[in-house]
């Protein structure tokens, strides 16, 4: 009810708005209300305020995400400026501004968008006058930083004269590079429409439409050409001209795709940013991750929306790639920290693995759409796993710490962050968790899609106008038993597809790049009224075609024994491996759980007994895995000792809220894979500092690398810096004599900007003072190798390795050994 005394109040507020408001070149289309559009996805999902989710595992997220993760991060947009960039460019606007900062970034208002999108998705199920008061804040700080003609960018119009320097002199000009003068506005679109069909307001909303008209005005054909370097801008086109049925914004946004290539301009042709080739050309997943799953996101929209094709065969040519070589068993995807990028084809390592929070729910996005063109459950399958496993991993259980990337294995030196300088992934995480119930249910004509389970009331609204109550009950995803009660206003016959998930028909994924060691007959079932029905399964749905009346019941069995997953040949990282997944959940062994503390000297019989078991209070409640494991060790002799012990597997998504430890999701199920757990020496009992850099712990990590570009493991680099001398002291843990230090050096000639240093040298500690060591060899500087010197010996409490980097280079250690 509350909702449609929300919606009479919007369409009050809209007419009132059209009365009152007269814009400038407003188009006529926009003052009506808005049309359907004449075309779209043949099958429509059924909205998130439709679906009550009442289960404990997802209801529980998202109450933590409305009460804790939405005020947090509002808070930390105060705190770090955000909104004082456009207090700021308001006050520039009226000539009050005196001190002329930038804000650090040109994109940083996005991060504001993407929360205001989910606390509106928030508002529209659960009112909440202090929250919405305080948005209406915001909007009007917003409002008071645009431009008379509608541009709105608080890193220009702060000091026009003197740009952000990603900015350009001009407006738009650096745009295909850094600028994100466009990607800012594509969130501000996601976040305008959203507050609008929360409340009712339109005031965002008239923003995000003033700075269309711009760009409307501004690009297309016969006016200047352009695309968004980090796209989104046309995924928000494409919903602006849904709410509004103004087809200019869905003729710009297809263009916006169409310019999109190599024309010889500054920033275009890249691969970095999918401009290699055009939009319908593309076949390979390649470049900035969150952008690429943006960019097949906006086309499907199109696609959808136009009927053209040939976005249609580039992004399922595309995704046939990424399902076949690009993705992670998670359902991370973009494998390469440089350039948070895809790697090359079966280029999966996991503890570099860079599968940034954004790239997974853009790989969601994205696979929600193509669903949505294709009816096809293989789509559900990529998103559930992204879902349970590489998307929410990317917050913490308490809602207030966040990865970036969301690696498969750690030594440690992962740990979650409660904010960063470049904030995308927390404001993302806001908006999606907050729509999760959107994704459960949808509808075509007369039929009805069961796409995830969660137990839940949902009322639906069936294209042929008739209306079903659907309650799910269920424990899933702990438990694959799920009944549904089909309550339709009247009876009559309609089809409920239901989704048999590829984990339950033997498929670990599709697209063939993971597999089930085992077949298990243990079979689906399907019951309507307590009678099995026979499962035909088209597309991943069992579908049940018959006269339904209310109170009808669907008993859905979905057997949940473990399984071991194995990974295509040719992924270097995960050969002699086995993931473990149970349902839709994949696991990892986190060291609380496990003798020692030690995850990654372990290796896991393919005949080792496992067993599942739910334990209330666990990490939130979660089934764990449990067996007994082997555990590697070296001993004085350097000789492999093998011991068995016992072994616990947690869900993946749920590690890194105990503390920085060990953590392996591919575990060896050989010797030939697994990584006995060295002897403790001198270096690596000692305690690291560094004159600066990342990763300090990979120094003294015991990690063997193949060579100086090795990025399986971890290394330790002091980029961006160039040509100075840095240092790193290892302090140990007692007074030690040495005599002999070996070196590793990081070079990434190739791809990066570190490369072995000019010179190094080596100083102990006397009292206070560092003293050079007498070396008795030349310090060397090569490269895939130990640099091995001998010196003098000194009895002291740490060591220092002082080295001068190359002039316009950086530089990096592997490893630092010391005897
Ligand atoms: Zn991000």
Not at 87 to 99: F, P, Q, S, V
């Amino acid at each position: 009810m509350k909702i449609l005394i929300r919606l009479f109040l919007g369409i009050t507020a809209l007419l009132l708005c059209i009365v009152i408001i007269s814009r400038a070149g407003q188009d006529e289309t926009t003052k009506k209300r808005p049309a359907q559009p004449q075309r779209d996805y043949p099958v429509k999902p059924v909205p998130f305020t439709a679906v009550h989710l009442n289960d404990k595992f997802w209801a529980p997220r998202i109450e933590i995400n409305r009460t804790v993760t939405i005020p947090f991060a509002f808070q930390k947009c105060e705190e770090n400026g955000r909104i004082e960039n456009f207090n700021r460019a308001a006050a520039a606007l009226k000539g009050e501004l005196k001190d002329k900062k930038l804000p650090p970034y040109p994109f940083d208002d996005s991060d504001l968008y993407k929360v205001i999108e989910g606390a509106a998705y928030t508002l529209s199920v659960h009112p909440d006058p202090k929250l919405e008061a305080y948005v209406d804040g915001l909007i009007e700080k917003i409002a008071a930083a645009q431009e008379k003609d509608g541009y709105l960018y608080p890193a220009r119009t702060i000091n026009p004269e003197k740009p952000h320097p990603w900015a350009g002199a001009a407006r738009w000009e650096l745009e295909k590079v850094d600028s994100h003068e466009l990607y800012d506005l594509g969130h501000l679109y996601e976040a305008a429409i959203a507050y609008y069909q929360a409340t009712g307001k339109r005031s965002l909303l008239e923003i995000a439409l003033k700075t269309a008209d711009l760009l409307d005005k501004t690009f297309g054909p016969g006016k200047q050409s352009i695309w968004p370097g980090h796209e989104i801008t046309e995924m928000g086109l494409a919903r602006l001209y849904r709410a509004t049925g103004d087809e200019r914004y869905l003729k710009l946004a297809k263009f916006l795709l169409d310019a999109r290539g190599p024309d010889g301009a500054k920033g275009s042709g890249r691969i970095y940013n999918q401009s290699h080739l055009k939009v319908v050309d593309q076949t390979e997943a390649v470049g900035h991750a969150v952008r690429a799953t943006y960019l097949y996101s906006g086309m499907a929209d199109v696609a959808a929306l136009t009927g053209d094709l040939s976005y249609i065969n580039a992004i399922d040519k595309i995704w046939e790639n990424v399902t076949s070589a690009k993705l992670y068993i998670t359902g991370g995807i973009g494998a390469s920290g440089s350039g948070e990028a895809f790697g090359a084809n079966y280029e999966l390592p996991n503890m570099t693995a860079y599968n940034e929070t954004c790239a997974a729910i853009g790989n969601d996005y994205w696979n929600h759409r193509l669903f949505l063109l294709h009816a096809d459950a293989r789509y559900i399958d990529v998103m559930e796993r992204t879902l349970y496993n590489g998307l929410i991993s990317g917050v913490s259980l308490d809602g207030k710490l966040f990865f970036y990337p969301n690696p498969l294995e750690s030594n440690g030196q992962h740990q979650r962050s409660p904010w960063f300088g470049v904030a995308c992934c927390p404001g993302n995480i806001t908006r999606f968790l907050a729509s999760v119930p959107g994704y459960v249910y949808a509808q075509q004509g007369d039929k009805l899609y069961v796409n995830l389970f969660a137990a839940s009331t949902a009322d639906i609204k069936l294209d042929n106008g008739r209306r079903v109550k659907l309650v799910q009950e269920t424990r899933y995803p702990w438990d694959g038993g799920v009944k549904m009660t089909v309550d339709p206003d009247r009876s009559g016959a309609f089809t409920v597809n239901v989704r048999i998930p590829g984990w339950a028909r033997n498929e670990a994924a599709p697209g063939g790049l993971y597999r089930f060691i085992d077949r298990v007959d243990d079979a689906v079932t399907l019951k309507v009224n307590g009678s099995g029905i026979p499962l035909n399964i088209e597309k991943g749905y069992a579908s049940i075609n018959r006269t339904w009346k209310r109170g009808d019941v669907i008993e859905l069995a979905l057997p949940m024994p473990i399984r071991r997953v194995i990974a295509n040949e040719l992924v270097e990282a995960d050969r002699g491996r086995v993931a473990l997944q149970r349902g839709p959940i994949v696991y990892c062994a986190e060291w609380p759980d496990n003798p020692q503390g030690h995850v990654r000297n372990l290796m896991l019989a393919d005949n080792a007994k496992l067993t599942a078991e739910f334990k209330p209070g666990l990490l939130g409640s979660v089934t764990v895995i449990r067996g007994n494991a082997v555990a590697l060790a070296y001993d004085q002799h350097n000789k492999v000792i093998k011991s068995e012990q016992e072994f616990t597997a947690i869900p993946y998504y749920a590690w890194a809220n105990r503390g920085p430890g060990e953590m392996i999701v591919w575990i060896p199920t050989n010797e030939a894979a697994a990584r006995p757990l060295p002897r403790p020496t001198v270096a690596s009992m000692s305690k690291v500092t560094v004159s600066g850099g990342r990763n300090p712990r990979a120094i003294n990590d015991q990690a063997e690398p193949k060579s100086s570009e090795d990025a399986s493991n971890t290394y330790f680099h002091w980029w961006p810096r160039k040509g100075t001398t840095e240092w790193v002291d290892y302090t140990f843990e007692k007074s030690a004599a040495v005599s002999e230090v070996e070196v590793y050096w990081f070079d990434d000639t190739g791809h990066g900007e570190c490369r072995a240093p000019r010179s190094w040298r080596i100083l102990y500690k006397d009292g206070d003072q560092w003293k050079a060591v007498e070396n008795r060899e030349a310090y060397g500087v090569e490269k895939d190798r130990y640099n091995k010197i001998s010196f003098k010996p000194v009895t002291t409490s740490a060591l220092r390795l002082e080295v001068t980097l190359q002039p316009n280079w950086s530089a990096g250690i592997q490893e630092w050994k010391v005897k």
